[in-house]
Structures are given as structure tokens and as C-alpha cells.
């Protein structure tokens, strides 16, 4: 299963919405998860199932889809949401990550 | 608090082989399956391997099958990733994740901070 996630670059500003999106090459159901990463740390899980968001993560992320067209997305960017985001299929193995979305400072 | 530690990355030569080391700890080990996710530099993620719970089944993705294995020995709470026959490619930082779960569709909740591997030719 190949995912691909647009765009793959973003820049924004503080407190603008931002919106990515993943798409898989089959149906995956809702098994699909977020990540983020910052620079020289190891990913954190944000949100799993494709919309159920994981303790401790702030609200203004959130995530929606299922089959092949998922969204994530935050809705007041932060200084500290800059990183760069990957989404994860765990429907069937080999358990693909997406490419990735770098979101940058404008 | 649940914690992986990798250890064993280093610099090795084209064809050679490493042994990577994952210890856990603050969770019932032999309850979740555990991954191996590497990441090259500059690169994205990239999903090498799964083993369940018991060790009694295992995944890999087709890069690495036929050269990696992954084993691990709940009575160390330890997962271990046998490399062999490595390549340029292989160069990356080697991470470990807990899944949330035993079986599949489970998301990797707790990652370790990575050892890193080095291919020379």
C-alpha cells in the first residue's frame, strides 16, 4: 500500500490553519495514524484510528478520513508545530509511512 | 514510564553485519508487538519490521527481507534486529517502537531515540 501526503512542503504562519492531506493506493479502512517530528527527535504519535487523538496532544489537531482520503489538520498553528508530519498505514503489512510534510515558518 | 533503549548501531563495512538491541521497559513486554522504523539522512520514515508479542510471528518490508531479522526475548524484555548482507542503502538511524497493541492496525505509541548505522564501502 503506497501513501502520499500533499503537499510536501508549507510554509505559515502562527496561528494560520494548516491542512495535509494522505491519500492511500488502496482502501485502508481508518487504520491510519499521524505523526509528528521535529528536527533530531523521534516521532511522536498524534492521532490514531484517523481521527482519535492521543492523550496529552492539544486539541487544535485533529484528523478525519477513511478509506483512501485522509485529513489532518491544525487549526491555529503554534511555534512549537513546526516540524514535519507523517502518516502511517497499519491496515495491512508492509506498514507504510507517507513522505512526509514539512511545516515551515513564512 | 515506558522506555526503549537501542543500542549495537556503528559503522560497519559494505556486506558486513550488526545486531541492534531495543530495552524495554515500563510495560508488560511480551503484551505488544514491537517495529524497527529507520530513517536515512535528510529522509523520511521508512517501516522495516514487526513482531508480535509472543515472537511468534514476524513482517518486514521487501528491502530488507531475506537479510534483516528480528527476534526478541521477553524474559529480557528485549527485541533485537539481526542485520546482514548490508548495503549503502542500510545507512540510517534505527528506531525502535512499541505498538499499542499485540495484533495489527495498532499505531507505534512509543519510539526510542534511535542508533544510528553506517554502511562504508
Known amino acids: 500500500i503506497q501513501l502520499t501526503q500533499s503537499p510536501s512542503f508549507l510554509s505559515a504562519s502562527v496561528g494560520d490553519r494548516v491542512t495535509i492531506t494522505c491519500r492511500a493506493s488502496?482502501?485502508?479502512?481508518?487504520?491510519l495514524a499521524w505523526y509528528q517530528q521535529k528536527p533530531g527527535k523521534a516521532p511522536n504519535l498524534l492521532i490514531s484510528?484517523?481521527?482519535t487523538l492521543q492523550s496529552g496532544v492539544p486539541s487544535r489537531f485533529s484528523g478525519s478520513g477513511s478509506g483512501t482520503e485522509f485529513t489532518f489538520t491544525i487549526i491555529s498553528l503554534q511555534p512549537e508545530d513546526f516540524a514535519t508530519y507523517y502518516c502511517q498505514q497499519v491496515n495491512d503489512y508492509p506498514m507504510t509511512f507517507g513522505p512526509g510534510t514539512k511545516v515551515d515558518i513564512q | 514510564e515506558v522506555q526503549l533503549v537501542e543500542s549495537g548501531g556503528g559503522l560497519v563495512q559494505d556486506g558486513g553485519s550488526l545486531r541492534l538491541s531495543c530495552a524495554a521497559s515500563g510495560f508488560t513486554f511480551s503484551s505488544y508487538a514491537m517495529n524497527w522504523v529507520r530513517q536515512a539522512p535528510g529522509k523520511g520514515l521508512e517501516w522495516i519490521s514487526d513482531i508480535s508479542g509472543s515472537g511468534g510471528r514476524t513482517y518486514y518490508a521487501d528491502a530488507v527481507k531475506g537479510r534483516f531479522t528480528v527476534s526478541r526475548d521477553n524474559s529480557k524484555n528485549t527485541v533485537y534486529l539481526q542485520m546482514n548482507s548490508l548495503r549503502g542503502e542500510d545507512t540510517a538511524l534505527y528506531y525502535c517502537a512499541k505498538r499499542g497493541a499485540d495484533g495489527r492496525n495498532s499505531p507505534l505509541d512509543y519510539w526510542g531515540q534511535g542508533t544510528l548505522v553506517t554502511v562504508s564501502s
Open positions: 488502496q482502501a485502508i479502512r481508518s487504520y
Open positions: 484510528a484517523a481521527s
